[in-house]
């Protein structure tokens, strides 16, 4: 089993509508969660982080945390086709220290 | 710019020869980490080092592959000997500390081409 996985993806949604990703992770101590955006031949851009169970919101993105289950997901609202781009998870896992990525879900917001 | 700064951006080599990736992190921060990405894969990680320290190599292949953060001066990722499977985006980010909320901020990458 992979650390973190990730669906990859293609994942399509029309614009304005409401873009779900998915993350699970394999090590039930990990602490710390992040979401990175990399548009095609860009740098990662950090865009969430969460720690606690539970929501977070900053705009129209929305992080959510269940530890029980070790899943992370990211919720975008009002798609826009600039949200295009492959969304990475990463997670700090305590046996390791550095973070651990899944391989990416990419998404496209069709106009 | 106050941004993680890489350089080269591109960098294009004959197999055989060596390839030197540096790094420069934000102003303030300590702890550097390098990542490959090869087309179409996730990223994934090769060494973490602080200054005149190698924390975690865990991720760096045993032969060719170097890294170091001096004490003065930008962390160089160093790869002897290139191979065309060594073509790839190589990313640097760099943090303030380590620890449950520490973020890494990435570089613009160097997207190293071995012919």
């Known amino acids: 089993q992979k650390e973190v996985e990730q669906n990859s993806g293609p994942l399509s949604v029309p614009e304005g509508a409401i873009a779900s990703l998915n993350c699970t992770y394999s090590d039930r101590g990990s602490q710390s969660f992040f979401w990175y955006r990399q548009y095609s031949g860009k740098s990662p851009e950090l865009i969430m982080f969460?720690?606690?169970?539970g929501d977070k919101e900053d705009g129209r993105f929305t992080a959510q945390l269940n530890k029980a289950s070790q899943y992370v997901s990211l919720l975008i609202r009002d798609s826009q086709p600039s949200d295009s781009a492959t969304y990475l998870c990463?997670?700090?896992?305590?046996?390791?220290?550095?973070?651990?990525f899944g391989s990416g879900t990419q998404l496209t917001v069709l106009p | 710019n106050a941004g993680v700064m890489q350089n080269p951006r591109h960098l294009v080599r004959r197999r055989g020869q060596e390839a030197r990736l540096r790094c420069s992190p934000m102003k303030g921060h300590s702890h550097v980490y390098w990542y490959r990405q090869l087309p179409e894969e996730g990223l994934k990680f090769m060494v973490y080092?602080?200054?005149?320290?190698?924390?975690?190599e865990s991720g760096m292949p045993k032969e060719r592959f170097s890294a170091e953060f001096p004490k003065e001066g930008p962390s160089i990722l160093r790869i002897q000997q290139v191979v065309r499977g060594d073509s790839a985006a190589y990313f640097c980010a760099s943090s303030t500390g380590q620890g449950i909320l520490y973020e890494q901020f990435f570089g613009p990458g160097t997207r190293l081409t071995v012919l």
């Open positions: 080092l602080q200054k005149e320290n190698i924390i975690d």
């Open positions: 969460i720690y606690s169970n």
């Open positions: 990463a997670v700090n896992i305590p046996s390791a220290r550095q973070l651990t």
